[in-house]
């Protein structure tokens, strides 16, 4: 059974930086691909940033790119989104995710595509 916890949400200023954490459990954390999602107030969910088991990495939000760098420790079973230069609009509760995978596969990083959620973790950008 997969356990994912994240941490590390909060309120910065605008301009600032947060790293999330999302720590996984009960599983061979190396057999998922992974994400990280963001459901901002009266909208729907949406994917920021994919890792395949393969390590391939998939911006899906246009505003994350350049700013936004997910990475995935196996060893700890652990995945980070390093979020910088944050703004108003990255206000959101951050949730990751995860679905059991082929090695070949590369998921589009879409909610619906992913099985397995954490809690989630709110992030709040204001001044």
């Known amino acids: 059974q997969l356990e994912l916890v994240e941490s590390g949400g909060g309120l910065v200023q605008p301009g600032g930086s947060l790293r999330l954490s999302c720590a996984a459990s009960?599983?061979?954390?190396?057999?998922?691909?992974v994400g990280w999602f963001r459901q901002a107030p009266g909208k729907e969910r949406e994917g920021v940033s994919c890792?395949?088991?393969?390590?391939?990495?998939?911006v899906a939000a246009d505003s994350a790119k350049g700013r936004f760098i997910m990475s995935r420790d196996n060893a700890k079973k652990t995945l980070y989104l390093e979020m910088n230069d944050l703004k108003p609009e990255d206000t959101a509760v951050y949730y990751c995710?995860?679905?059991?995978?082929?090695?070949?596969?590369?998921?589009?990083?879409?909610?619906?595509?992913?099985?397995?959620w954490g809690q989630g973790t709110q992030v709040t950008v204001s001044s």
């Open positions: 890792i395949d088991r393969n390590g391939r990495n998939t």
């Open positions: 009960g599983v061979r954390f190396d057999y998922y691909a």
């Open positions: 995710a995860a679905r059991r995978s082929i090695l070949s596969a590369n998921y589009e990083c879409v909610p619906e595509n992913f099985s397995s």
